[in-house]
């Protein structure tokens, strides 16, 4: 079946540090890559996806490169901020059958000053 | 915001009573979906709708039903609500099969007590 392993949390940084979150997956054929953020008390929004292997995504300075030798899409940022800190979700659609999300199971993110 | 508002926002209810939540959207997209979100299971599908009166069962689909007579409203009821139950419920919408991801509401926080 199709699933998504993410590194467990909390992950605790200091700011401007650099940051990954690991995250694999299993799918049959090449599905759609995505990470989404989810700030306190609030829904998830979309932060970044990749299509097809090798894409690389990227917004608000995070990043993640669809690798498929690898079934990866690791998420990183060079310098993270304390307004970074949140849950964060990988999650992939995979392009057969009917096109519902996989989410894996979150990754909190506490960065400090 | 993408116009999809759920409510209501928090509710307390008792086991064993009936409760329905709301998904409204003002973007047309033919798929909606509601999902739960549990520490240490990420987010979970529980219901979609493919279009109005066409809907299906997502993987925890045991105790709950939807209905969609519009497009623009996709209902999630608790036929008869257990501490189980107890969570966090969004809601989201695609225009597509979800190829660029979904937009999500803000959620639902359901308490049963």
């Given at each position: 079946?199709?699933?998504?392993?993410?590194?467990?949390?909390?992950?605790?940084?200091?700011?401007?540090?650099?940051?990954?979150?690991?995250?694999?997956y299993t799918a049959t054929g090449y599905p759609s890559l995505f990470w989404y953020v989810q700030y306190p008390g609030e829904g998830l929004q979309l932060l970044l996806k990749a299509?097809?292997?090798?894409?690389?995504?990227s917004n608000k300075g995070f990043e993640a490169t669809y690798r498929k030798e690898t079934?990866?899409?690791?998420?990183?940022?060079?310098?993270?901020?304390?307004?970074?800190?949140?849950?964060?979700?990988?999650?992939?659609?995979?392009?057969?059958?009917?096109?519902?999300?996989?989410?894996?199971?979150?990754?909190?993110?506490?960065?400090?000053? | 915001d993408a116009g999809i508002t759920q409510s209501p926002r928090h509710k307390v209810t008792e086991t064993g009573t009936p409760v329905t939540l709301r998904?409204?959207?003002t973007e047309n997209h033919r798929?909606?979906?509601?999902?739960?979100?549990?520490?240490?299971?990420?987010?979970?599908?529980?219901?979609?709708?493919?279009?109005?009166?066409?809907?299906?069962?997502?993987?925890v689909s045991d105790g709950y039903s939807v209905s969609r007579s519009k497009t623009e409203d996709f209902l999630l009821t608790l036929e008869s609500a257990t501490s189980s139950q107890t969570s966090v419920y969004f809601c989201a919408i695609s225009e597509?099969?979800?190829g660029n991801g979904y937009t999500f509401g803000s959620g639902t926080r359901l308490t049963v007590v």
């Open positions: 079946g199709n699933s998504v392993t993410q590194m467990e949390g909390p992950v605790t940084l200091s700011e401007e540090a650099f940051l990954t979150i690991n995250c694999t299509t097809k292997a090798d894409d690389k995504g079934t990866s899409f690791h998420l990183e940022k060079g310098s993270v901020q304390v307004s970074d800190s949140a849950v964060y979700f990988c999650a992939l659609i995979p392009l057969t059958g009917f096109q519902k999300l996989v989410f894996g199971t979150g990754t909190r993110l506490l960065v400090s000053p | 998904c409204h959207q798929y909606m979906y509601w999902y739960r979100q549990d520490p240490g299971h990420g987010l979970r599908l529980i219901h979609y709708s493919y279009g109005v009166k066409d809907t299906d069962k997502g993987e597509s099969t979800g």
